[in-house]
Nanobody, 118 residues
Framework: EVQLVESGGGLVQPGGSLRLSCAAS????????MSWVRQAPGKGLEWVSGIMPGGGSTTYVDSVKGRFTISRNNAKNTLYLQMNSLKPEDTAVYYC???????????WGQGTQVTVSS
């Protein structure tokens, strides 16, 4: 059974930092591109960042470039998102996401809440 379990969310003041983690199991993590997706209150899903299976290629939505860093540890089957200089508009539930490259099945974690507020 595929499982993605996020952790590391919380309440932080503007300008602060958080590091999200996503522990993966039930599939060969090192074969999958991975992404972080967020959903702000009352809004739709927004793709935030992606990383290729080997970790050598990363992409970001413009609004987080220079502030967020995605990474992965394939030996630990874990995906990370380092978030710095956080802004109130970063407040959202953050989800770990993967798509099976063969079946095209989508896999989602349960999400972790990030709240940026003074």
């Amino acid at each position: 059974e595929v499982q993605l379990v996020e952790s590391g969310g919380g309440l932080v003041q503007p300008g602060g930092s958080l590091r999200l983690s996503c522990a993966a199991s039930g599939f060969t993590f090192s074969f999958y591109a991975m992404s972080w997706v967020r959903q702000a209150p009352g809004k739709g899903l927004e793709w935030v960042s992606g990383i290729m299976p080997g970790g050598g290629s990363t992409t970001y939505v413009d609004s987080v470039k220079g502030r967020f860093t995605i990474s992965r540890n394939n030996a630990k089957n874990t995906l990370y998102l380092q978030m710095n200089s956080l802004k109130p508009e970063d407040t959202a539930v953050y989800y770990c996401y993967a798509r099976d490259p063969d079946s095209l099945n989508d896999y989602w974690g349960q999400g972790t809440q990030v709240t940026v507020s003074s």
